[in-house]
């Protein structure tokens, strides 16, 4: 047990260090964080290896398994610890961002409604809205009254709703949909809305969609603040993700210290959803520039979405 912890262990950390392509080694990259978890344990075990007093070549082989193994759990604790710790913005929100894919239109719309109304979300970006699923967000559309892009069947329905007026709306080369447009709110900036593919069941569709986002982000075409939202089929290790980071952009989750944050799999009546609910990785984001900064994020269960709603509370700089 503790050789096969370690080495899937080192393989999590190989797919964050070196950005694999293949398909299911970009699959694995989406359970880097479970890596610390294996060191952990790893560490432990051959821990106990070496307490039962074995010589010679086991225990040269076991010494350097436990050194690999506290080094791995001190590399990923590293990158661990800004989700975790470190000071953001208090106090009452500038702007207040809800995202939440609807699972094929399924994702009940009245528990997305009571959501926005609770928390005053000021700016909504949902994907996989179906026509069935549109009508029935009439009382959101009745309180957020601005609006771009339409339902669609299957998956590639990304739609915004916003408090404020939505100007210059382009829709980016995204398979399920994604557009870019200006926020007009007291303090502008403008939002892209996020859907990407996904990268088991279309790798080279999930690669071509990211790339649209990088190439075309507004960090690039326009100046001021941004916000992107929506489901990036991508956690934080994935490199396009990293990429997007690198532009100057931040994780909303990350920057609030919202700690382990999952957003997939969610409701366990959904398809393909674990035991109870529980989530395995953050593939839903709010990315925000330089002149927001987090306050807090949350996740809400949407019954019959296989994802949760990303709620993300933010300071204007």
């Not at 790893?42 to 007093?53: E, I, M, Q």
């Not at 339902?151 to 404020?164: D, E, Q």
């Not at 593919?197 to 326009?222: C, E, G, M, V």
């Not at 109870?276 to 269960?301: P, Q, Y």
Request: proline letters at 6%.
């Amino acid at each position: 047990m503790a050789a096969t912890t370690l080495v899937l262990s080192l393989l999590l950390t190989g797919c964050r260090l070196f950005t694999p392509t293949p398909q299911k080694l970009v699959m694995a990259t989406a359970f880097v964080p479970f890596a610390l978890l294996g060191y952990a344990v790893a560490a432990l075990a051959w821990w106990a290896v070496r307490r039962l007093g074995v010589r010679g070549r086991r225990r040269l082989v076991s010494t350097g398994a436990l050194a690999a193994s506290l080094l791995g759990l001190a590399f990923h604790a590293v990158l661990a610890v800004p989700s975790y710790a470190g000071s953001h913005a208090s106090g009452r929100p500038a702007l207040t961002v809800l995202t939440s894919n609807l699972r094929l239109g399924l994702g009940d719309t009245r528990e997305v409604t009571r959501i926005a109304e609770r928390y005053h979300a000021d700016v909504v970006v949902l994907e996989e809205v179906t026509p069935v699923a549109f009508a029935g967000l009439e009382p959101l559309r009745d309180q957020l009254p601005y609006l771009v892009g339409e339902p669609f069947g299957g998956a590639r329905g990304t739609i915004v709703l916003s408090r404020y007026p939505l100007r210059d709306a382009t829709p980016l080369k995204v398979f399920n949909g994604a557009w870019v447009m200006t926020v007009a709110a007291p303090d502008p900036f403008s939002l892209v809305a996020v859907h990407t593919s996904q990268p088991w069941a279309a790798p080279l569709l999930w690669k071509s969609d990211h790339r649209s986002l990088l190439w075309n982000t507004t960090l690039a075409t326009r100046r001021g603040p941004v916000v992107m939202a929506g489901d990036f089929n991508a956690t934080l290790d994935h490199r396009p993700m990293r990429d997007l980071l690198a532009l100057g952009l931040s994780d909303a989750a990350r920057q609030a210290n919202a700690g382990w944050q999952p957003t997939w799999p969610s409701d366990r009546d959904a398809t393909h959803a674990l035991p109870f609910g529980m989530g395995a990785m953050a593939i839903d984001h709010v990315l925000v520039s330089k002149e927001f900064s987090a306050i807090s994020t949350r996740t809400f269960v949407v019954r019959n979405s296989d994802h949760r709603a990303l709620l993300a509370r933010l300071a204007r700089e």
